[in-house]
Protein backbone atom coordinates (compact mmCIF):
# COMPACT_ATOMS: atom_id res chain seq x y z
CA UNK A 1 0.00 0.00 0.00
CA UNK A 2 1.37 2.93 -1.39
CA UNK A 3 2.56 5.99 1.39
CA UNK A 4 1.26 9.29 1.59
CA UNK A 5 -2.13 8.22 1.02
CA UNK A 6 -5.69 9.89 0.61
CA UNK A 7 -5.86 10.63 5.01
CA UNK A 8 -4.58 13.89 5.99
CA UNK A 9 -2.94 12.71 9.04
CA UNK A 10 -0.79 9.71 6.86
CA UNK A 11 -0.24 12.60 4.20
CA UNK A 12 1.34 14.66 6.80
CA UNK A 13 3.24 11.98 8.64
CA UNK A 14 5.38 10.12 5.50
CA UNK A 15 5.44 13.38 3.12
CA UNK A 16 9.15 13.83 4.94
CA UNK A 17 12.35 13.16 2.53
CA UNK A 18 14.62 13.44 5.81
CA UNK A 19 13.32 14.43 9.06
CA UNK A 20 14.59 10.30 10.12
CA UNK A 21 16.75 8.24 9.14
CA UNK A 22 16.16 5.06 7.50
CA UNK A 23 16.01 2.57 10.53
CA UNK A 24 18.37 -0.53 9.79
CA UNK A 25 17.70 -3.93 10.73
CA UNK A 26 19.59 -6.92 11.82
CA UNK A 27 20.27 -9.83 9.69
CA UNK A 28 17.80 -11.99 11.96
CA UNK A 29 14.98 -8.83 11.30
CA UNK A 30 15.36 -9.41 7.79
CA UNK A 31 15.12 -13.00 7.39
CA UNK A 32 11.51 -12.04 9.47
CA UNK A 33 10.62 -9.45 7.23
CA UNK A 34 11.63 -12.15 4.27
CA UNK A 35 9.43 -14.39 5.32
CA UNK A 36 6.63 -12.52 5.20
CA UNK A 37 7.38 -11.10 2.59
CA UNK A 38 7.29 -14.39 0.65
CA UNK A 39 3.50 -14.94 2.71
CA UNK A 40 2.85 -11.42 0.26
CA UNK A 41 4.25 -13.24 -2.49
CA UNK A 42 2.57 -16.30 -2.68
CA UNK A 43 -0.85 -14.77 -1.80
CA UNK A 44 -0.20 -12.50 -5.22
CA UNK A 45 0.11 -15.10 -7.24
CA UNK A 46 -3.18 -17.11 -5.41
CA UNK A 47 -4.96 -13.77 -6.64
CA UNK A 48 -2.80 -13.62 -10.13
CA UNK A 49 -4.17 -17.07 -10.80
CA UNK A 50 -8.15 -17.13 -9.77
CA UNK A 51 -8.12 -13.27 -11.82
CA UNK A 52 -10.43 -14.20 -14.00
CA UNK A 53 -12.99 -12.79 -16.18
CA UNK A 54 -16.49 -13.21 -14.00
CA UNK A 55 -14.88 -13.15 -10.52
CA UNK A 56 -15.46 -9.83 -8.52
CA UNK A 57 -12.59 -8.31 -6.33
CA UNK A 58 -13.94 -9.37 -3.04
CA UNK A 59 -13.98 -12.31 -3.91
CA UNK A 60 -9.95 -12.24 -4.55
CA UNK A 61 -9.83 -10.31 -1.53
CA UNK A 62 -11.37 -13.12 -0.01
CA UNK A 63 -8.87 -15.46 -1.01
CA UNK A 64 -6.05 -13.54 -0.04
CA UNK A 65 -7.15 -12.97 3.52
CA UNK A 66 -7.23 -16.96 3.52
CA UNK A 67 -4.00 -17.52 2.31
CA UNK A 68 -2.60 -14.80 4.57
CA UNK A 69 -4.21 -16.72 8.11
CA UNK A 70 -3.54 -20.16 6.41
CA UNK A 71 0.11 -19.04 6.29
CA UNK A 72 0.39 -17.36 9.73
CA UNK A 73 -0.03 -14.32 8.75
CA UNK A 74 -2.08 -11.36 9.26
CA UNK A 75 -3.60 -8.95 6.65
CA UNK A 76 -2.01 -5.69 7.20
CA UNK A 77 -4.16 -4.07 5.21
CA UNK A 78 -7.66 -5.21 6.90
CA UNK A 79 -8.48 -2.51 9.47
CA UNK A 80 -5.72 -0.18 8.45
CA UNK A 81 -6.81 3.15 8.77
CA UNK A 82 -9.95 1.91 8.53
CA UNK A 83 -9.65 0.32 5.21
CA UNK A 84 -12.26 -2.73 4.72
CA UNK A 85 -10.01 -4.93 2.22
CA UNK A 86 -7.07 -7.52 2.77
CA UNK A 87 -5.56 -6.34 -0.82
CA UNK A 88 -6.27 -3.02 -2.98
CA UNK A 89 -7.47 -4.53 -6.01
CA UNK A 90 -7.35 -0.88 -8.59
CA UNK A 91 -9.03 -1.71 -12.12
CA UNK A 92 -8.47 -0.06 -15.20
CA UNK A 93 -8.04 3.95 -14.45
CA UNK A 94 -7.82 3.13 -10.75
CA UNK A 95 -4.28 3.79 -10.07
CA UNK A 96 -4.07 2.53 -6.22
CA UNK A 97 -6.32 1.74 -2.76
CA UNK A 98 -8.69 0.05 -5.33
CA UNK A 99 -11.62 -1.10 -2.99
CA UNK A 100 -12.54 -5.11 -3.03
CA UNK A 101 -16.54 -5.50 -3.68
CA UNK A 102 -18.88 -7.90 -4.70
CA UNK A 103 -20.42 -5.50 -7.66
CA UNK A 104 -17.01 -5.24 -9.11
CA UNK A 105 -16.39 -7.96 -11.68
CA UNK A 106 -13.38 -8.36 -13.37
CA UNK A 107 -13.71 -8.80 -17.91
CA UNK A 108 -11.75 -9.92 -20.15
CA UNK A 109 -8.82 -7.10 -21.13
CA UNK A 110 -9.27 -5.46 -17.72
CA UNK A 111 -6.08 -4.01 -16.23
CA UNK A 112 -5.40 -5.17 -12.51
CA UNK A 113 -3.41 -4.01 -9.93
CA UNK A 114 -3.11 -5.90 -6.83
CA UNK A 115 -1.32 -4.66 -3.98
CA UNK A 116 -0.96 -6.40 -1.24
CA UNK A 117 0.55 -6.65 2.77
CA UNK A 118 0.96 -9.24 5.45
CA UNK A 119 2.43 -9.51 9.21
CA UNK A 120 4.57 -12.23 10.44
CA UNK A 121 5.69 -12.22 13.73
CA UNK A 122 4.92 -8.59 14.09
CA UNK A 123 7.16 -7.61 10.82
CA UNK A 124 5.45 -6.34 7.37
CA UNK A 125 5.60 -7.01 3.55
CA UNK A 126 4.31 -5.01 0.96
CA UNK A 127 4.24 -5.77 -2.67
CA UNK A 128 2.18 -4.90 -5.98
CA UNK A 129 1.39 -6.65 -9.19
CA UNK A 130 -0.37 -5.32 -12.08
CA UNK A 131 -1.39 -7.54 -14.78
CA UNK A 132 -4.22 -7.57 -17.75
CA UNK A 133 -7.20 -10.17 -17.26
CA UNK A 134 -7.16 -12.73 -19.79
CA UNK A 135 -5.64 -11.06 -22.91
CA UNK A 136 -4.31 -7.65 -22.23
CA UNK A 137 -3.96 -4.98 -25.25
CA UNK A 138 -1.14 -4.29 -26.34
CA UNK A 139 -1.01 -0.71 -24.81
CA UNK A 140 -1.79 -2.30 -21.13
CA UNK A 141 0.83 -4.32 -21.53
CA UNK A 142 3.63 -1.80 -22.44
CA UNK A 143 2.22 0.56 -19.33
CA UNK A 144 2.41 -2.53 -17.48
CA UNK A 145 5.79 -3.09 -18.63
CA UNK A 146 7.35 0.14 -18.43
CA UNK A 147 6.13 0.69 -14.32
CA UNK A 148 7.77 -2.86 -13.59
CA UNK A 149 11.28 -1.74 -15.69
CA UNK A 150 10.51 1.40 -13.33
CA UNK A 151 10.19 -0.44 -10.13
CA UNK A 152 13.84 -2.46 -11.47
CA UNK A 153 15.37 0.44 -11.66
CA UNK A 154 15.22 1.90 -8.26
CA UNK A 155 15.79 -1.17 -6.70
CA UNK A 156 18.89 -1.27 -8.47
CA UNK A 157 19.65 2.06 -6.57
CA UNK A 158 18.65 0.81 -3.41
CA UNK A 159 22.64 0.83 -2.27
CA UNK A 160 24.50 1.27 0.45
CA UNK A 161 25.83 5.14 0.66
CA UNK A 162 23.67 6.44 -1.75
CA UNK A 163 20.78 8.69 -1.26
CA UNK A 164 16.96 8.21 -0.79
CA UNK A 165 16.35 10.14 -4.38
CA UNK A 166 18.81 8.64 -5.95
CA UNK A 167 15.55 5.53 -6.26
CA UNK A 168 13.53 8.50 -7.18
CA UNK A 169 15.43 9.68 -9.96
CA UNK A 170 16.07 5.94 -11.25
CA UNK A 171 12.62 5.46 -10.86
CA UNK A 172 11.91 8.36 -13.28
CA UNK A 173 14.51 7.77 -15.84
CA UNK A 174 13.00 4.45 -16.93
CA UNK A 175 9.79 5.46 -16.96
CA UNK A 176 10.81 8.51 -19.54
CA UNK A 177 12.85 5.41 -21.45
CA UNK A 178 10.08 3.62 -21.52
CA UNK A 179 8.14 6.47 -22.58
CA UNK A 180 10.21 7.07 -25.57
CA UNK A 181 10.27 3.89 -26.64
CA UNK A 182 6.56 3.38 -26.57
CA UNK A 183 5.96 6.44 -27.72
CA UNK A 184 3.64 7.27 -25.12
CA UNK A 185 3.49 9.70 -22.67
CA UNK A 186 3.40 7.65 -19.62
CA UNK A 187 2.59 9.80 -16.41
CA UNK A 188 4.22 9.34 -13.61
CA UNK A 189 2.30 9.58 -10.21
CA UNK A 190 3.66 12.07 -7.62
CA UNK A 191 1.56 11.99 -4.66
CA UNK A 192 2.13 8.48 -4.04
CA UNK A 193 5.19 6.42 -3.51
CA UNK A 194 7.06 4.33 -1.38
CA UNK A 195 8.00 4.29 2.43
CA UNK A 196 9.94 2.80 5.17
CA UNK A 197 8.73 -0.28 6.24
CA UNK A 198 9.53 -2.41 9.03
CA UNK A 199 7.28 -3.27 12.22
CA UNK A 200 5.26 -0.52 11.38
CA UNK A 201 3.78 -0.63 7.30
CA UNK A 202 4.55 2.40 6.84
CA UNK A 203 7.18 4.14 8.53
CA UNK A 204 9.81 7.13 7.26
CA UNK A 205 11.09 8.41 5.19
CA UNK A 206 8.12 8.73 2.76
CA UNK A 207 10.06 7.82 -1.15
CA UNK A 208 8.68 9.71 -4.07
CA UNK A 209 8.92 8.27 -7.40
CA UNK A 210 10.93 11.11 -9.56
CA UNK A 211 12.56 13.93 -9.07
CA UNK A 212 16.66 14.90 -8.52
CA UNK A 213 19.29 11.90 -7.18
CA UNK A 214 21.14 13.16 -4.48
CA UNK A 215 18.57 14.10 -1.66
CA UNK A 216 17.56 13.06 1.47
CA UNK A 217 18.61 10.46 3.73
CA UNK A 218 21.68 8.35 3.29
CA UNK A 219 20.58 4.36 2.51
CA UNK A 220 22.49 2.27 5.02
CA UNK A 221 23.33 -1.26 4.73
CA UNK A 222 20.14 -3.02 7.01
CA UNK A 223 17.70 -0.28 5.65
CA UNK A 224 14.40 -1.51 4.30
CA UNK A 225 12.19 0.45 1.86
CA UNK A 226 9.12 -0.46 -0.22
CA UNK A 227 9.78 0.85 -3.40
CA UNK A 228 6.15 1.70 -5.53
CA UNK A 229 6.03 3.34 -9.06
CA UNK A 230 2.62 4.27 -10.33
CA UNK A 231 2.25 4.79 -14.11
CA UNK A 232 -0.72 5.96 -16.26
CA UNK A 233 -1.31 5.86 -19.70
CA UNK A 234 -2.10 9.68 -19.87
CA UNK A 235 -1.94 12.66 -17.33
CA UNK A 236 -0.20 12.18 -13.86
CA UNK A 237 -3.43 14.03 -12.57
CA UNK A 238 -5.48 12.31 -9.62
CA UNK A 239 -8.30 12.11 -7.97
CA UNK A 240 -9.63 10.40 -4.99
CA UNK A 241 -13.61 9.11 -5.15
CA UNK A 242 -16.01 9.77 -2.37
CA UNK A 243 -15.15 6.80 -0.60
CA UNK A 244 -11.83 8.41 0.30
CA UNK A 245 -9.58 5.78 -0.79
CA UNK A 246 -9.88 4.98 -4.13
CA UNK A 247 -7.14 6.92 -6.66
CA UNK A 248 -8.31 7.51 -10.27
CA UNK A 249 -6.75 9.05 -12.94
CA UNK A 250 -7.96 12.31 -14.12
CA UNK A 251 -8.56 11.61 -17.24
CA UNK A 252 -9.91 8.29 -17.27
CA UNK A 253 -5.85 6.56 -18.49
CA UNK A 254 -5.43 2.94 -17.23
CA UNK A 255 -2.68 2.51 -14.97
CA UNK A 256 -0.13 0.47 -13.49
CA UNK A 257 1.44 -0.16 -10.05
CA UNK A 258 4.17 -2.53 -9.11
CA UNK A 259 6.23 -2.80 -5.86
CA UNK A 260 8.41 -4.76 -3.78
CA UNK A 261 9.95 -4.57 -0.02
CA UNK A 262 13.68 -4.30 -0.89
CA UNK A 263 16.34 -4.64 1.82
CA UNK A 264 19.18 -2.60 1.18
CA UNK A 265 22.77 -4.74 1.67
CA UNK A 266 26.78 -4.81 1.43
CA UNK A 267 25.44 -7.52 -1.28
CA UNK A 268 22.91 -5.22 -3.20
CA UNK A 269 19.40 -4.62 -3.00
CA UNK A 270 17.85 -8.07 -1.31
CA UNK A 271 14.35 -8.29 -2.70
CA UNK A 272 12.23 -9.38 0.32
CA UNK A 273 9.17 -9.81 -1.68
CA UNK A 274 10.27 -11.54 -4.87
CA UNK A 275 9.25 -15.01 -5.21
CA UNK A 276 11.58 -17.91 -4.30
CA UNK A 277 11.96 -20.06 -7.62
CA UNK A 278 12.59 -23.65 -5.87
CA UNK A 279 14.29 -26.42 -8.48
CA UNK A 280 11.75 -28.60 -10.04
CA UNK A 281 11.64 -31.66 -8.39
CA UNK A 282 12.69 -34.77 -9.98
Known amino acids: MSGNGPLAGLRAGLARLGGRQIERKTQGQLEAMHAAGQLVARTLAEVAAHAKAGISTLE ?58 AIVDGW ?11 TGSAADLALSEACRSALEAGIAAAVPGGRLTDISHAVQVAAEAAAERDGVPYGIVAEYGGHGIGTSMHMDPFLPNLGSPGRGPRLPAGGVLAVEPMLTGGSAETRTLDDGWTVVTEDNSRAAHWEHTVAITEDGPWVLTAPVRTPASS
Open 60 to 117: LDQLAEQTIRDGGGVPSFLGYHGFPGSICASVNAQIVHGIPAADQVLAEGDLLSVDCG
Open 124 to 134: HGDSAVTFAVG
